[in-house]
């Protein structure tokens, strides 16, 4: 009688899920390793708060009771609703109003994985890391200001030479609704459909206050019916945002500077400016952008937003804002906040787009090769004497002897280097180094073995007292 098969498992992940292989992995981590630097340099405190919360802690302005099924949330022990994170700033307001000795104001980065039931699609997942900076406790512009300069500053550190942080402030907004005599229950509305006309142009944005579009698909884009007296008196808000001829808020002083909220929210950004020119951030990397509107029931002050002047079609990869009302849902009373979000992937993929940041194959710059089992300790003496001189290196722990075959683990593996000596070499105190990097362009380029041999730099012997200089000298960054 046949024994029964053990039904085999499909290696898949799950939908909305994906792994990293280790290329993309040791980018990430080296990017992170950037970003770290700057929020370091700029006294920010790492934290780094459950995945899990109760559903109490993240049933807030985004979600509520009936919606609790769009995250991923369960009855876990003890009968408890609870779910994954879906971001990290509710969890830092639960953080600091349990902790009553927490030094105010708060300096705080936190970098991890967070979980969205959306729908999955192209470059969109359920799960996804983010990348946090906030300063929470003191309503001091200066702490706008400063996560602005800390964005301005993590691109330059990562290398990217052009960009533009676009900053506004929600209450000059506020004050344009008041201004056109738009109802509350139409305000939001409106807000999101001005947040368009970067992207869709002034027509599509004024016939979508309107009567509605046709997008350049054939879609029908429901309009949202304003007056037209009104839409009349949002148009000059249109003109005012698209005059590049003049300093927007003096545009916006002449328009709205009889709106309370309008008026609070101008001085606001130019103390902000102020602030960033003692700072010495340059100008050309800050701009005021008065359509910037943002999570509309989120943010109650200055908002900013980046962008790649390079890579338009990426969006806002680094955007924030204040927020004042998150930490009263725990305490009752106000504690105010200002902070910036990075959208970790995308900001990887345009890094990688723009080549501030390359993708590695392999951690080890350098395979130790074996090839005389009875000189095991020599090998091992070689390779303590790379890793003592900070040369990321392996052994090859295989189980061939076979030269060829490691030699082609390692070009497989994409180790840029290898090191090879028998019996002969130990005895002559001598080295053989392949370029394995070279050898792989060279070979792009003619398919002749013996002229691959005799390329220059692709294999050298030399004595084992040089190999360290060596390998520095030529190793890639």
């Not at 994954?84 to 927490?102: K, W």
């Amino acid at each position: 009688m046949a024994k029964d098969k053990k039904k085999k498992v499909r290696p898949e992940v799950l939908k909305g899920f994906r792994d990293y292989p280790p290329s993309e992995q040791m980018a990430r981590e080296e990017m992170l390793g950037r970003i770290r630097e700057v929020f370091d340099l700029m006294g920010f405190l790492p934290l780094q708060t459950a995945s899990l919360e109760s559903a109490a802690t993240l049933l807030g302005p985004h979600y509520n009771e009936d919606s609790l099924k769009e995250l991923f949330g369960f009855t876990g022990p003890d009968e408890v609703d609870m779910a994954l994170r879906y971001e990290f700033t509710l969890s830092l307001a639960r953080y600091v109003a349990a902790d009553p000795n927490l030094a105010l104001p708060f300096r705080r980065y936190q970098y991890g994985n967070v979980w969205r039931v959306d729908k999955p699609g192209p470059g969109r997942y359920r799960e996804f890391m983010q990348c946090d900076i906030d300063i929470v406790g003191t309503k001091n512009l200066l702490a706008d200001a400063e996560i602005i300069a800390a964005m301005v500053t993590t691109f330059d550190h990562l290398g990217i030479k052009n960009f533009k942080v676009r900053y506004s402030n929600r209450k000059i907004l506020n004050g344009l609704i008041e201004y056109a005599g738009i109802t509350s229950d139409q305000a939001q509305g409106v807000m999101r459909v001005i947040d368009k006309l970067e992207k869709q142009g002034r027509a599509a944005v004024v016939a979508e206050l309107g009567a509605g579009r046709v997008d350049e698909s054939g879609d029908k884009i429901k309009g949202l019916n304003v007056e037209p007296a009104q839409i009349a008196q949002l148009e000059k808000f249109l003109d005012m945002a698209l005059n590049k001829d003049k300093e927007p808020l003096l545009l916006a002083e002449e328009l709205l500077g009889g709106i309370d909220a309008s008026r609070e929210g101008i001085n606001e950004l130019r103390t902000i400016g102020s602030y960033l020119s003692a700072m010495n951030i340059e100008r050309s990397k800050v701009e005021v952008d008065l359509t910037i509107v943002r999570g509309l029931g989120y943010y109650t002050g200055p908002v900013f937003e980046t962008s790649l002047l390079d890579l338009p079609e990426f969006g806002s990869v680094f955007s924030g804002g204040r927020y004042d009302n998150l930490v009263d849902r725990f305490l009752g009373r106000s504690i105010p906040a200002v902070g910036s979000s990075i959208g970790v992937d995308r900001l990887l993929a345009a890094l990688i787009e723009l080549k501030a940041l390359k993708l590695k194959e392999a951690a080890s710059r350098v395979l130790v090769t074996v090839m005389d089992a009875e000189r095991l300790t020599d090998y091992l003496e070689l390779l303590r004497r790379l890793r003592d001189e900070g040369i990321p290196s392996e052994i090859f722990s295989g189980d061939t002897k076979n030269l060829t075959k490691q030699i082609k683990y390692a070009d497989r593996a994409g180790i840029p280097f290898a090191v090879i000596a028998g019996s002969n070499e130990f005895e002559n105190g001598t080295v053989t180094v392949k370029n394995l990097a070279a050898g792989r362009e060279k070979a792009i380029s003619t398919t002749d073995r013996q002229e691959w041999l005799k390329a220059e730099k692709i294999q050298v012997t030399i004595p084992s007292s040089e190999l360290i200089d060596f390998l520095k000298k030529h190793l890639p960054g």
